[in-house]
């Protein structure tokens, strides 16, 4: 059997051992957490727990954190009914596809702001449309992600939220992608409404949470009910995922105390592999301010799917940077919006590593990637050496 090499911790990574502890502890509960019976508050006690551990990977409130079945409908309940009547919502070009749809909003009041080629909402856009809105006597929504899921570019989140509420309106943050890789506090980013995802940073899938700035932060809930969630989000809480997303985050934390230069150095050496050993390498975003695990990167000529294909048979687990819906593989919404030709994106390949890869990881990497890029370029002049 092959052993395999996992580079693709942005998709999901891998459960971590405190979350997996979590988990089981809390199936042996037999309490519901809304019960005031012994049973019943055991489990809030872990309920609570877990929302005081979420709360402090961003510096919010525990009070504040609002669980949900992950960051697809955390994004969606923030941009969802109950927004002080906001009637616009602005999103950049980048965005993850569950804020694009607009959640709540109707498709025509939904605009998008532009980004520059290194992947960087472009913030004068931003503020001039913002004061037009502004002179009309709307205060719109704005959601802005922190670091981006595929180029790994961190957006300017802080100076963003400073524009946003000059004008009067409210920033929602994505930090999916960014939660447990660079430091974040919400209230450092300014940011009203933030969303986290837990099979991301270590815990089960099929858990995460909306997190205000704010207790009186208005929104309204998606889903109607009991009074669970403060009345935000109706129906017995998935106390066993939020458990394990609890101790994800708490290990999360950890982490950030211990820094990232290790895993940094590690992105840095593929990116300097690919970049000496085969001419015309694209490293997309590779001149903006990025979290440290993230390297998109294509080649001329190389179609990513039949790369991720060979890639996986010879035991290397990478994704690529086009979106597949219904079977049709298209060029990737965030390429497109940086202006890369529809021909280069087709062939971007996504590498993302995490807390356990190593350096034997990246070279197992470097010697699939070798072989099979020979084979797909066989005659090409693309290689180097």
């Given at each position: 059997m092959v052993d395999r090499v996992y580079f693709d911790w942005n998709a999901t990574a891998p459960?971590?051992?405190?979350?997996?502890?979590?988990?089981?502890?809390?199936?042996?509960?037999?309490?519901n957490p809304s019960s005031v019976h012994a049973e019943g508050r055991a489990a809030r006690q872990v309920l609570e727990k877990a929302r005081e551990s979420v709360a402090a990977l961003v510096g919010g409130d525990p009070r504040c954190v609002t669980f949900t079945s992950g960051g697809?409908?955390?994004?969606?309940?923030?941009?969802?009914?109950?927004?002080?009547?906001?009637?616009?919502?602005?999103v950049s070009a980048i965005e993850h596809p569950s804020v694009l749809a607009g959640g709540c909003f109707a498709a025509e009041v939904v605009e998008q702001i532009p980004?520059?080629?290194?992947?960087?909402?472009?913030?004068?856009v931003l503020e001039r449309r913002l004061a037009a809105l502004a002179a009309e006597g709307r205060a719109p929504?704005?959601?802005?992600?922190?670091?981006?899921?595929?180029?790994?570019?961190?957006?300017?989140?802080?100076?963003?939220?400073?524009?946003?509420?000059?004008?009067?309106?409210?920033?929602h943050v994505d930090a999916v992608q960014a939660a447990g890789r660079i430091p974040i506090d919400i209230n450092a980013l300014g940011a009203d409404l933030l969303t986290l995802s837990g099979h991301k940073i270590g815990a089960p899938k099929g858990v995460g949470a909306l997190i205000r700035r704010h207790r009186d932060q208005a929104i309204g809930p998606l889903i109607t009910?009991?009074?669970?969630?403060?009345?935000?989000r109706a129906g017995t809480e998935n106390v066993a995922g939020i458990a394990g997303f609890g101790a994800a985050a708490a290990a999360a934390a950890e982490d950030l105390v211990q820094g990232f230069a290790h895993i940094t150095a590690l992105r840095d050496g593929i990116e300097h592999y690919l970049s000496r050993v085969f001419?015309?390498?694209t490293i997309f975003g590779a001149t903006s301010k990025r979290i440290p695990n993230t390297t998109l990167f294509a080649l001329p000529g190389?179609?990513?799917?039949?790369?991720?294909?060979?890639?996986?048979?010879?035991?290397?687990?990478?994704?690529?940077?086009?979106?597949?819906?219904?079977?049709?593989?298209?060029?990737?919404?965030?390429?497109?919006a940086m202006g890369v030709p529809p021909e280069l994106a087709r062939g971007a390949l996504r590498l993302s590593l995490g807390a356990t890869t190593t350096e034997a990881?990246?070279?197992?990497?470097?010697?699939?990637?070798?072989?099979?890029?020979?084979?797909l370029l066989k005659g090409s002049r693309n290689i180097a050496a």
């Open positions: 459960l971590r051992p405190e979350a997996r502890a979590a988990v089981d502890a809390a199936l042996d509960l037999v309490g697809t409908e955390a994004n969606v309940l923030a941009l969802g009914p109950g927004n002080g009547g906001r009637d616009r919502l602005l980004v520059t080629t290194g992947g960087i909402v472009d913030l004068v929504l704005v959601s802005l992600m922190l670091a981006n899921n595929e180029t790994g570019v961190v957006q300017p989140v802080a100076q963003a939220a400073g524009i946003v509420h000059r004008a009067g309106g409210v920033l009910g009991g009074g669970q969630e403060t009345r935000l001419r015309d390498v190389v179609k990513a799917e039949t790369a991720v294909i060979a890639l996986d048979l010879a035991g290397v687990a990478v994704s690529s940077g086009a979106a597949c819906s219904s079977g049709k593989v298209a060029p990737s919404h965030v390429l497109a990881d990246v070279e197992s990497f470097q010697n699939a990637w070798n072989k099979v890029l020979r084979s």
